[in-house]
């Protein structure tokens, strides 16, 4: 295969072939440290696409670390295609990995089950900047913000130079993100940068509208200023010039981890407003959405207390959270999730906290972008999906679908349980719809179960559980008029 920078090995295996590894920009590192993406140098002596190159430094402190943690060397992406050939250019996906902005990569979602549907795409897997590399706002810190997103639409420009060489069709492609990646699909959706770049975008467990997973200016320099500090540079003559001789293990230590310290930054150019506002109004590349949300995206984080401490949370102690976290609307909560009507009070944590942080974000979303262009909406369901390996689930209720296992039904990803049959056939419906949205924009398609466009009017939404796909009535299931009441209260 020849890319337009230069030839690349890749590996077949049954029925797709697979090229890792492959630089999309030149490595910022050194010099280059902060700096927009570069053009990689072109090379001439075939270059070695059988093994991923190294995911970006990030800190190992949870579940989706990559292992090793990573370097500042990783702008790097993965190609999956089809292994037959077809008369007609392939559509292309673009996927950009969660993690919020802080953890993980794109070589450990291995792409076969889409590329191999019965449609067929070319699927591109990027790494980009995280954390302290690529969304740190410093006072004193000569760099760009949201460098992250700009490797993001550096790999974008490089599917557009080289999707035709695997296949793919330049004119037909979609951004795909869950989570952090979803975010920067709302992103992309706003930014100058990446008009052009993309047809069709798919956002999972991401609100473009509601919570957009942006910080203002002000927001993203008062966590810079915490790291300056932590890694010893608030006292130094040029701030500047202290980060930029710190070792990479430094400033990963002194970086906030977790799941709060790093989102896109509002900065007037890359991300001219935060995407919610501008999605509202209208001003956003007006391309065919897929959008949802995993039914129960909060039930770890609700089940936590039972996990470390062996016991099922009380009635008593669930209003106790609800109370600490709502104040003086609990009441209302409560009496509109009463712990009795749920297999236990875990399982109603897990609910107020989906419906109040997610569920009502996704149907702002929906809601605000069909009012300019198509939108697709989907439930994901399934009563208990794959979990992360190796992790403990609570006893007293079902996890059902949380937060990032419905990647386990479009991915191969150790990080995840393998799917049973019934769940094995919902892959298998899930995977054509998605390549059949890539493929054209729509989701009907033969041996599928009927989609219809959301639109205001009718807010279709469509449930994906085992033996049962259809609408689902997302709004009641959802409590949504609840929270928008209490949000306009």
Known sequence: ????????????????????????????????????????????????????GSACAQPTDQPISISGGGSEDCLYLNVTTPAGRSARPRPVIVWIHGGSFAYGDGASYGAAKLAAARQGAVVVTVNYRLGVFGFLSAPGLRAPANLGLLDQQAGLRWVARNAGAFGGDPGNVT????????????????????????????????????SDGSFTRAQAEA?????????????????????????????????????????????????????????????????PVLHGSAHDEMSPLAGTDELVTGMPLTAGEYARKVTARFG??????????PAARFPAPGAALAAVLTDSEWSTAALDTERALARHTRVYAYDFAEASSPYFR???????????TSHMTDLAYLFDNDMFEALDGAQAELSDTVVDYWTRFAATGRMSGPGLP????????????????????GRTDFAADHHYAFWQGLASA
């Open 1 to 52: 295969m020849v890319t337009a920078e230069g030839p690349v090995q890749g590996t077949v295996s049954g029925e797709v072939r697979t090229f890792q590894g492959i630089p999309y920009a030149a490595p910022p590192t050194g010099e280059r440290r902060w700096e927009k993406p570069a053009a990689v140098r072109p090379w001439s002596v075939t270059l070695d696409a059988r093994a991923p």
């Open 175 to 210: 951004v795909m993100g869950q989570s952090g990646g979803g975010y920067s699909a709302c992103a992309h959706l706003v930014s100058p940068g990446a008009r052009g770049l993309f047809d069709k975008v798919i956002v999972q467990s991401a609100g473009c509208a509601g």
């Open 223 to 287: 966590n810079g200023d915490d790291v300056v500090e932590a890694v010893g540079c608030d006292g130094a003559k040029s701030v500047d010039a202290c980060l930029r001789g710190k070792p990479t293990a430094d400033l990963v230590a002194a970086s906030a981890s977790g799941h709060d310290g790093y989102r896109p930054v509002v900065d007037g150019a890359v991300l001219p407003e935060a995407p919610a506002q501008a999605i509202r109004a209208g001003r956003f590349a007006r391309v």
């Open 328 to 337: 003086p609307d609990a009441p209302a909560v409560l009496a509109e999730y």
């Open 390 to 400: 190796g992790l403990p689930r609570p006893a007293s209720f079902s996890l059902g």
């Open 450 to 469: 009927a989609w219809q466009r959301f639109t205001n009017r009718g807010q279709y939404v469509q449930r994906f559980a085992s033996g049962n796909i």
